[in-house]
């Protein structure tokens, strides 16, 4: 596969985001904001996130589109590294996007760069072992989280690290839904996954790196080594942040509090609930939240796949249609490939990119990360960009969902029971 600086030359990209499709194309009308441009972004997120949810402002933000905009970024980050590089993923898979950004990676260690990177053992099993330790006698320290080992049972294999998070010297972070592999290049040379990513300057980078800090501390130091460690990296982040736009950012890395951000941000919409899913097993809180918005005049609308790469996740999801679309929640369905994104966008002001699903694995199990931002400007380009997505889409109706076959049915109902299990 060519390098994928090929592609942001082609789409007239290097580390920007793409120019949105109109949205005429979608299946959803324009709204007048509800929020005026210039609106206080700590006002917002007092409105918006729930108590305890520490904002840090100052921040410049770029949305980034699927891997052919999120990899030349990323690389162009990793080889303009000077000092440090932090890289957390769930798959690290060596095709030629793993190994580019490998190559990467190697280079910025040779010229006396220190990188750590972080993969979990589960997500990046079909992963060449051998390219690892290349890349370790090339001065990169990378390691597995939780290798796969039955000895200490099925729940430390369930506990994954799903985080995606990569920091350049404390100046640039990068998170979203994107791993580092194939599956997230174009079509034609990878899978074409469609996915969100944040491009992020500012103090809230060194609350990203925080994150990617405490794992590495938690799976690889003892005690005393996680205390002098956390303490430099402090000393080091008083010294470092300063301001770099006006975003306000939450990182947001419990999964209790993400869902909660969810929950909080859909109770208090006054116009739109936007939300692109990847995987959608909501719990009953959720599925209550988005139904009240929908009784209560907001537009709700759920952005999901039509082919999911878990297949069976399909038809559990589908046993949610009929509760939700009766309520008058609008589900499209995602038709070019897979759907990967985790994001959703509130009244254009409140918007959420990350590795969060909305689903029993993320809520109970995996290590996650969402970066929670209040913003009009931001927040509008969310949303032109899931209204332009549902150009792309078909749209399920009541209708048509209740005439589906009846062995749908009963095997929608039958895996709903188990949805614990997803």
């Avoid at 000077?82 to 190559?103: K, N, P």
């Avoid at 074409?192 to 590495?216: C, M, N, Q, S, Y």
């Avoid at 929908?294 to 509760?323: C, I, W």
């Amino acid at each position: 596969m060519r390098d994928l600086e090929v592609m942001s030359e082609r789409t007239g990209v290097s580390g920007e985001a793409l120019p949105k499709p109109g949205c005429a194309q979608s299946p959803l009308p324009e709204r007048a904001p509800v929020w005026s441009p210039g609106v206080s972004g700590l006002l917002l997120a007092r409105y918006y996130l729930p108590r305890g949810h520490a904002v840090t402002r100052g921040n410049a933000c770029v949305l980034l589109r699927d891997g052919v905009e999120a990899y030349p970024a990323m690389l162009e980050a990793i080889r303009r590294a000077r000092r440090y590089i932090r890289l957390e993923t769930y798959m690290f898979i060596t095709d030629a996007v793993g190994e580019l950004f490998g190559t990467a990676l190697a280079e910025a260690a040779e010229r006396g760069v220190h990188v750590k990177v972080l993969y979990d053992a589960v997500g990046s099993w079909t992963s060449r072992k051998g390219y690892f330790e290349e890349l370790r006698q090339r001065g990169v320290d990378i390691r597995p989280f939780k290798p796969f080992n039955l000895s200490h049972g099925w729940r430390h294999l369930l506990r994954r690290d799903h985080r995606k998070i990569l920091v350049v010297d404390g100046e640039v972070a990068f998170t979203g839904g994107v791993n580092i592999s194939a599956h997230w290049a174009p079509e034609g040379e990878g899978a074409g996954w469609r996915d969100d990513v944040l491009r992020i300057e500012g103090p809230a980078v060194h609350a990203l790196e925080r994150r990617f800090l405490a794992t590495w501390r938690m799976m690889f130091q003892n005690r005393i080594h996680r205390w002098a460690s956390g303490l430099q990296h402090r000393l080091r982040r008083r010294r470092a942040a300063s301001p770099r736009g006006a975003t306000g950012l939450a990182v947001l890395s419990s999964r209790r509090s993400i869902h909660r951000a969810y929950l909080h941000a859909i109770q208090r919409s006054r116009r739109s609930v936007l939300i692109a899913a990847a995987y959608f097993v909501p719990d009953r809180k959720l599925v209550a939240a988005l139904r009240d918005a929908a009784r209560r005049g907001v537009e709700v609308s759920l952005l999901l796949n039509a082919r999911s790469d878990h297949p069976l996740l399909e038809f559990v999801t589908r046993a949610f249609y009929e509760k939700l679309l009766g309520a008058g929640v609008r589900i499209f369905e995602w038709q070019r490939g897979v759907l990967h994104a985790k994001t959703a966008v509130v009244d254009g002001a409140w918007g959420t990119i990350g590795s969060f699903n909305l689903e029993r694995l993320s809520l109970a199990f995996n290590h996650e990360v969402n970066a929670v931002f209040a913003d009009p400007k931001l927040g509008q380009e969310l949303e032109d960009s899931f209204r332009a997505d549902c150009g792309d889409c078909r749209e399920v109706t009541l209708a048509e969902f209740r005439r589906r076959p009846l062995w749908r049915k009963l095997l929608e109902r039958a895996l709903y029971s188990l949805r614990k299990v997803f």
